[in-house]
């Protein structure tokens, strides 16, 4: 049985729908009831339930653990996908601290809360899988998006230090961390823009939309996934790249450095 947030759309529906398909029982999480309602009648309901949840309130997240334990008996994997953007310049003169608050509660507390209710439960029954959506943005940084970047930043590194501490304890329990580059989702609508705007941000958001991939491509992913058990999960190889070249960048500094100071 999985539990997920956000599951009411985008990729944690489309994760719902694959996990579903695959025979698994899911718990669908969403702080839109609306949205969540229709989601869990698109699905078979003796493999689907919902239940409304506020990741950025750990109670709320409790809860949607008790209820997954009530309806089904056990619960095998959890999916912390919730998740909303925080665009806006960090070197503006306006930035929007209300906004990144709220991205912060949602994308990074939200990951903890997932694991603080759910992972003592994994440990005390033997096995577990926990994903954590992150970002590309959570690996290499896009300028002009605001808390979005650092608190996917931040769930990578938290992610790796959990996956550290279950591995030295010889913990059953393993860990991802989902870092997909443009998704087709509501969080990346189609340009409205024209090819001729002379904007950096609008660039960037033609180039991800054109390379962007489906959400069932990541389902997919996540679904091979549950038997492999990887840390990392991509979905463009050539964000790799791009963590080369953040890599190679460091390293002429550092060694820049060195030089100064041997010189």
């Not at 029982?25 to 699905?43: F, H, I, K, S, W």
């Not at 239940?51 to 950025?56: A, E, H, K, N, R």
């Amino acid at each position: 049985m999985a539990g997920i947030t956000g599951a009411a759309g985008g990729i944690g529906w489309a994760v719902a729908e694959r996990f579903v398909g695959a025979g698994l029982r899911v718990v669908l999480g969403d702080n839109d009831e609306v949205r969540l309602a229709q989601a869990v009648t698109r699905l078979p309901a003796e493999r689907a339930h919902g239940v409304p949840v506020d990741v950025t309130d750990p109670s709320s997240v409790e809860r949607l653990r008790d209820e997954a334990l009530r309806v089904f008996g056990s619960v095998e994997v959890l999916f912390n996908n919730a998740g909303i953007g925080g665009g806006g310049a960090i070197s503006s003169d306006a930035v929007d601290l209300e906004r990144w608050h709220q991205v912060f509660a949602v994308d990074t507390f939200g990951v903890v809360h997932g694991i603080r209710a759910f992972l003592p439960y994994f440990q005390a029954h033997g096995r577990g899988h926990i994903f954590n959506m992150a970002s590309r943005q959570g690996l290499v940084t896009t300028p002009g998006l605001g808390a979005y970047c650092p608190s996917k930043f931040a769930t990578v590194a938290l992610t790796e230090m959990l996956h550290d501490e279950l591995a030295r304890s010889g913990s059953p329990v393993s860990v991802s961390v989902v870092c997909p580059g443009g998704v087709r989702t509501a969080m990346l609508p189609p340009p409205t823009d024209t090819p001729e705007t002379d904007d950096e941000i609008a660039r960037v958001q033609r180039e991800r939309y054109a390379h962007a991939v489906a959400p069932e491509f990541v389902a997919d992913l996540l679904l091979e996934a549950l038997a492999t058990k990887p840390l990392y999960v991509l979905t463009h190889p050539e964000t790799i790249e791009w963590m080369r070249d953040r890599v190679d960048r460091i390293a002429a500094d550092v060694n820049a450095s060195t030089l100064i100071r041997s010189g």
